[in-house]
T-cell receptor, first 112, second 114 residues
Framework: AQSVTQPDIHITVSEGASLELRCNYS??????LFWYVQSPGQGLQLLLK????DTLVQGIKGFEAEFKRSQSSFNLRKPSVHWSDAAEYFC??????????WGAGTKLIIKP | GAGVSQSPSNKVTEKGKDVELRCDPI?????LYWYRQSLGQGLEFLIY????????KSGLPSDRFSAERTGGSVSTLTIQRTQQEDSAVYLC????????????FGPGTRLLVL
């Protein structure tokens, strides 16, 4: 069965520091991969997605993610975080049908 | 343009009562999803509507849950005889056509069953 794992429930990063949020998936074929962000009091918003092609994907708000087939990973990165990046981040996998399988989320806390 | 809207934003009910949650998708979006998000959990798929096709109800947790979508637009999720474990945030999302398209989420309805 398809699954998505986000190993870190919480991550604390200092403002201005770099960020990497981990996402691992289990799926036999090449999946469709997504990162969504849920900011306090706001709805979920798509950051970026990967379907095919270049394995390094650029998204909104300065985020990027890299698909690594050999590691079954799709980690989200940002070179320098801002206080406004504090939110919960969800990785999701589209596994050949119309459903997305979601990770449990990683809550990002920004230290001033 | 207008995004996905959901009502009510919060609902407190007593165990055993029925509740109706409403979702207004983005105009022209043929795909509509309902999800449930419990505290500390990811999104749990509940039901999917695509155009005029029969909905996929495979994610509904019990027969107390049902949903309909009228005229390919507004959708209502109904929970009958609510239980405390139904307490969660219920999210609605729409997309132009299928999951490859970006899903646009509403703000959710926070349901508390006492």
């Amino acid at each position: 069965a398809q699954s998505v794992t986000q190993p870190d429930i919480h991550i604390t990063v200092s403002e201005g520091a770099s960020l990497e949020l981990r996402c691992n998936y289990s799926y036999g074929a090449t999946p469709y991969l997504f990162w969504y962000v849920q900011s306090p009091g706001q709805g979920l918003q798509l950051l970026l997605k990967y379907f095919s092609g270049d394995t390094l994907v650029q998204g909104i708000k300065g985020f990027e993610a890299e698909f690594k087939r050999s590691q079954s990973s799709f980690n989200l990165r940002k070179p320098s975080v801002h206080w406004s990046d504090a939110a919960e981040y969800f990785c999701a996998v589209g596994a050949g049908n119309y459903q997305l399988i979601w990770g449990a989320g990683t809550k990002l806390i920004i230290k001033p | 343009g207008a995004g996905v809207s959901q009502s009510p934003s919060n609902k407190v009910t007593e165990k055993g009562k029925d509740v109706e949650l409403r979702c207004d998708p983005i105009s022209g979006h043929t795909a509509l999803y309902w999800y449930r998000q419990s505290l500390g959990q990811g999104l749990e798929f509940l039901i999917y509507f695509q155009g005029n096709s029969a909905p996929d109800k495979s994610g509904l947790p019990s027969d107390r849950f049902s949903a309909e979508r009228t005229g390919g637009s507004v959708s209502t999720l109904t929970i009958q005889r609510t239980q405390q474990e139904d307490s969660a945030v219920y999210l609605c999302a729409s997309s132009r056509n299928g999951f490859q398209e970006t899903q646009y989420f509403g703000p959710g309805t926070r349901l508390l069953v006492l």
